[in-house]
Each structure stands twice: as C-alpha cells, then as structure tokens.
C-alpha cells in the first residue's frame, strides 16, 4: 500500500529542511553580511566625503546657495554603482560556497544514509535543499542593493539603469548557477568531481565556442558572426554568464530543464554512489570532450598556421589529435582517479577528432563555395550595402539584421551591378591572396569579442532574391590580418555619398532626441576632432541651463525636416554647421560597469555626427534664433549663454 503525503506535511518537510540549512550555512551567510557591509560603509564613507568637498569649494556662509548639489549627487551615483557592483560580485563567491555546502550530502554515505532514513521523499528533500539555496543567494544580496538604493534615493539621486538590471541579473545568475550546480552534484559521486566539473563546464565551453567562432570567420569569409556576438551559443552552458544579463528567456527554460532533471535523477541515484566518481556519466564526458577540443583546437590552429607538412590542414590534424588525446587522458585520470574505463569510454573521443576533421577539411577547401558565392544580377531582386564605420544602427542591430534592413534600398539595376562589382571585388582579392586561414583563427577568436574599432573598414552587403531569400555578407578589413587584403570602395562610393543614404542610416537623421548629449554650433569647418573641443557655441544640458535638452531637440527637429525638404548641405553652402555628440542607450551589448563609470568622468559620449545649414533650412534657423543661438542676421550670437559657456 503505497503511502500519500499531503501538500501541508510537505510545506511542513521543506520549512524544517530549510530551517536545518540555515544552521549549516549561517557562518558564511554572516561572513557575507560582515563583508557586504564594510564595503558598502566604506564606499559610501569615501564617495560622501569626496562629494562634500567639492561641492563646497566655493562655498561661503555669506552665500550658501553657491553649494554644488550636482556634485554630492554624482559622489552618490559613484557609491550606488560601486557599492551595488561590490555587493553583486560577493554574492557570486558566496552563492558557490552555499550551493556546495547544501549539495554535499549527496557526496557523504553517512550523510546520504541518514537523510534516506528521514520520513522525506528524496525528491522534496532536493527541491528543499534548492529552494534554500535559491533564498540564501538572493535575499540577503537584495537586503544590501535596497539599503544601496534607499541610501540613494534619500541624497536625491535615482538609481541608474545598470544598477536597477543588477536586480534581474542577480535573480537570474543565482537560480541558473544553483540548479546546475544541482544537477552536476546528482551526476557526480564527490564534492571534488562536482566543483571540478562546474568550473571546467563553465570555462571550456565559453573557450570552445570562442574557438569555433574564430574558426567559422577564419574560413568563411563574410559570414555575419555578429549575430551571435551576445546569443545564448555563446554562453549555453556558461550559468556564470547568467550574471551577465541577457537571453532571458534561454536562463529560464536552462534553469528549469536543470532543475526538473536533477529532480528526475536523485530519485533514481542510488546510496552507495556517494563516494564514487561518477553516479550518471553525462558529466564526465562533457567535461572531457570540451577539454579535449580546447587543447586539440589549441595545438591545431598552431601547427595549421606553421603549416607543419607544407599542408596546413595536415598539421592542423597532426596538432588537434596532439593536443586532445593526451587532454582526454589526463582530465580521465584526474576525474576517475586513475585509468580505469579508459578504453570503455574513449568512443567520443574518436567522434570528436573524425567530425572535427571532416568539418575543417570541408572549410579548408571550400567545399560549399561559400567563399565564392555572388548572387548573379539577373536573380536579384534588390541589393543594398552598408560602411558600418558611419552608420548610427551599428551595434544596434546585428549584421543579419542590418542585411535584411539594406536589403530593399537599391532596385535600380545599374544600383545592383555596382553592388555586385564590389562585391566581386573583395571576393577576388580574397582568393587571390596568399592567406592562410589557420593563422587567424586566435584574433578572430578574441578581436570578434572587442570593439569594432579594431576593424579598419567594415561593410555589410545583402540581397534580396527573386526567390524571397535574402543572402547577408559581412566584410571586415581588419589591422594586422589580411595584410595583403585591402577593400576598394569605387564601385559604391555613389550610392555611400547618395541622399538617401544619408537619410536612412546617418546619426544626425536617426539618434534618438535622447541619446543626444550635446549640440554645438560653428561657422568655422574645423576638422571633426576640434569642431566639439572648440566650437564657441555648445548646447549641453547642466544645471546651469536644464532647458538645453529641449533646445536640442527642437533643433534637430527643425533640422531633419529641412533636410527632408531641401536634401543635404555641402559645406561650402552652409551657413553654419552643426556637430551633436550621443551616446546609444540600446546597444546590443547592453551598457557595461565600465562604461557607466566612464560616463561619469566624462560627457558619456560615444560618438558623433556633423550636418550643415544653409539659408534654405529656414526652419533650422528660425529655431536656433529663438533659442538664442543665432542672432537676427544668421551669425553666431556671442552674447547667447551657450557661447563659450565655460560649464559645458
């Protein structure tokens, strides 16, 4: 007769299970606190003191207004990103030592007899042990941002958009690290083997992915990668990266899949696997098989680029069965303590170096003709191109997107051709190169991670077919690699240079009113450089001037219907020129810890944009008149508080 339990006596196992784990954990939970504590107590301490003193710099008893409130505001926003940031990295330690402290009854035979003789299924006493885990990471961590947060507010200053995603990215990196941690310790027979096969999990997978996507652009030339610069391939089985922000929906379902399994599995995990290496395998070979790649993609990029055996494929082969044959043997070793079932567990060895030598022989030798590939005209519905070094989408949109956005722009056919000259072009001169490929898998490796800066000239080239598809390129002219490998731009210069062009991807005809930082006006064609450090006109918004934004944008406004109406200025018709400074607030990227701490020492500009004003933008210049930035002549008026203004 099999016994039910009901949902209350449960609730009451969980409640008691979770009361013994708080004892168990209660020193690291107070350790946590200790440290989370000072630290907050000391940046906040340093930021107040530092923020009072300049705020009082000028300050005399005879004129108390003449304190700097902006500046213990900006002290306050330093110590709420700092503080939240420091907070934030202690609970990742501290949420490993909680999760390997409550998992290890499962590595203990004493321990997993005693809590086998409890009146509680196996499966209720995981799910206790996680949601505990789940609970220890979170709470205490929230506690400590929402003292942050208040201690902020009461100063005047609202919390920041990078702090405020820090509260769903700590949700989302605790339960994602818990549950798989979870899952791994159900799998592994010691706490040993569990650690060992998290942080290799972890580490090797973000390395092998790195290294396939230095290959794919290595040989693939024009392959849009981009789009899988933030995807969840990159990070699939990285839970760490969870920390990170991003691909929600994937941390959701990975975290529940973990958990459901582990939950499945410890029902069915027996005793007397405590102890043991391994419980189920499936950790085992993972861990071997993406060490295994790493070392053999290590050795073979290597002995490729060398071209051992004047072949370079050959000695990338000798170098990848090098390199993971012995990393397979060893990481064996040192998971089973030995070389027992060595032999018994070698197969996915064997289809590890036959599917890696397959794919490379078929990239080596452009087998597909992806290289080569050029859509011919008659085929083509439209065609379109990108200079992603002057288009404000660039790291908005990812380079499939970007394709399937530039796709529509050019129907013309004498448009097409141009297109697919140039296109024909880069093709020609890749083949014609003596390029080895094998010697840029490791800078595309790491560079793709970086910032497109180190890239000399970029274009995406897309086509829409007469049969619906639309075929995306994406070419880079890279510093250091290709050196004999140079993009011409001839055959597009004309449709770059195109009004319409201008129009659909500039930064001055598309930034968001409130990505715009400042606006500064010349009747001097400075060079792009020195137009914003010493133009004598600057519309930047401070507390001085807290209408400088919607100046801004009525300008712009005024601007782009002009622009609309009259099309585009050249230089030497214009009456003034224009130059706005912004900084996208969508990145696909996201905004980094860096970046915002950047932002705060500097205007948080990330880039700029010119256009010109001729006496045909009536519009513009009635609005720069009201505004007070031009006098009743059109000229540049030196009595405007914006001119020289010596606080922008």
Known sequence: MTQTVSSKSRLRQCLTTFKWELRNCSGALLVFAILAGVFTTVIFTICLVVGFSEATDSWSTANAASIDYDAVRTAVKVFQIIASYVVFFLNAVFTIIYTIRIYSYLHNKRKADMYGALPISRRTFYVAKTVSAYIFSIVPTMFFLSIIALISVCFGQPLVNEVTSLYLNLLLGSIACVSFYGLLAVCCGTTVNSVIAFIAINFAYVVAAMFIKGTVMSFLHGMPLMIYENSFIMKALNPLS??????IIYWIIFTAACLALGIFLVKKRRAECAQTSFAYWLPAYMVKVLVAFDFGMFLGSIFGALGVFFIPFAGFMFGFVLGSV???VITHMILYRGVNK?????IPLGGLVVLTAGVMFVLSFDITGYNRFVPVTENIKSAGVIDLEDCYFTGKLNAVQLGNLAADDYTDADDI??????????????????????ADIWANMFLSGFSSSLYNKEYVVSYKLNNGFTVTRCYYEQYGTFSDFT?????????????????RYSSIMNAKYDEINSLSVSDDDNDWGSYYLYSPLTIQEDEYNPSARADIEKVMEAYRKDFAEHGEVEPKDAVVCINIRYRKNDNLEGNSFLGEMLSLMTHGDSDGDRGYVSEDYTQTLKAMREI?????????????????????
């Open 628 to 648: 007070g930035v031009l006098d009743k002549d059109n000229k540049l008026n030196k009595t405007s508080w914006y001119y020289q203004n010596p606080y922008r």
């Open 342 to 346: 060595l032999i018994k567990t070698a």
């Open 326 to 328: 012995p990393a397979y």
């Open 242 to 247: 969870a920390y990170s922000g991003g691909n």
């Open 487 to 503: 993009i011409d731009e001839t055959n597009i210069n004309d449709l770059l240079d195109d009004e319409e062009y201008f129009l």
């Open 417 to 438: 051709r141009s297109i697919t000259y140039f296109h024909h072009g880069i093709v020609g001169r890749l083949d014609s190169t003596s390029y080895n490929p094998y």
